[in-house]
Every structure is written in structure tokens, then in C-alpha cells.
């Protein structure tokens, strides 16, 4: 599968080996996409302005957002990004060590696009995009 896209994936976790490891695991999967991270949650909507003025389209981010962080948790996070008019339709894509129900359902009720256990594998990536079909077919270009 060749995947070839102008999607930015911009990776919000506190932990930087939980970063390194997953821009390692997108990219020996396949997902060649742009990666920026961002270790302090209440600094992602300012992240977010810096990528517009460098001439990235707020249609072609996408957040990678981690649920369990100290200062301002993923849920926190979520909520002033769907507060925010400008940021409020980016797709963000919750991940969390945590399988538990109650916290899938509580990141689905405040807007996330999408949930993942980690570690993930690209499949797994994949699927969580299904309610995101422009993003997933800008993702994701099959090869002939």
C-alpha cells in the first residue's frame, strides 16, 4: 500500500517516548504523512494557529490526541477544541492505554472523531477513520 497524502498528523502527549514511538510505528507502517507533536495540551490550539500560518489548511489536520496527561487532560482538551469556531470541525482521534468503555463513551459524547488503544496498528488507525471518509480517502491511496 503506497499512502501518500497532505493530511498533517499532530500528535498531542506529555510522554516524548510515547511520541518517538508512534511517529516510528506511523511511519514502518506506511503513513507517510506530516507529523508534529505537541507535549503540552493547553498549547494546542496555539500549535494549531502556528500550522495555518505556515500554510497549512485547518481541513488538513488531523489530531492525535492522548487522553491521560497532568496538567490539562485529553477530555479538557477536546472541549476547548470543540469550543473553539475555528478549530471546532478538525477531526481529533482519541489515544489512550485505556480500553475502558466509560472513557471511549466519554470521548465520543464530547466530539472525537475516533478512539484507539495504544499501541496501535495501522489497521487499527485505519478503521478509526471510517466515519471520516475524505480523510481516510486522502490517507489512504492504493497502489496499482
Given at each position: 500500500m503506497a499512502i501518500s497524502s497532505e493530511i498533517t498528523l499532530v500528535m498531542v502527549d506529555d510522554n516524548a517516548d510515547e511520541i518517538y514511538l508512534?511517529?516510528?510505528q506511523v511511519r514502518r507502517d506506511g503513513i507517510v504523512n506530516n507529523f508534529v507533536s505537541e507535549k503540552k495540551p493547553e498549547q494546542l490550539l496555539q500549535t494549531?494557529?502556528?500550522l495555518g500560518k505556515t500554510g497549512v489548511a485547518k481541513s488538513n489536520i488531523m489530531v492525535l490526541l492522548d487522553i491521560k496527561m497532568p496538567r490539562s487532560d485529553g477530555f479538557e482538551t477536546l472541549k476547548k477544541i470543540r469550543a473553539d469556531r475555528e478549530f471546532k470541525d478538525v477531526p481529533v482521534i482519541m489515544l489512550?492505554?485505556?480500553?475502558d468503555a466509560a472513557d471511549m463513551f466519554e470521548?465520543?459524547?464530547l466530539g472525537a472523531s475516533g478512539y484507539i488503544?495504544?499501541?496501535f496498528k495501522a489497521d487499527e488507525f485505519f478503521a478509526a477513520l471510517t466515519n471520516l471518509p475524505q480523510i481516510k480517502y486522502q490517507l489512504i491511496n492504493q497502489a496499482p
Open positions: 508512534t511517529r516510528r494549531l494557529i502556528h489512550s492505554a485505556s480500553d470521548a465520543f459524547d488503544v495504544k499501541p
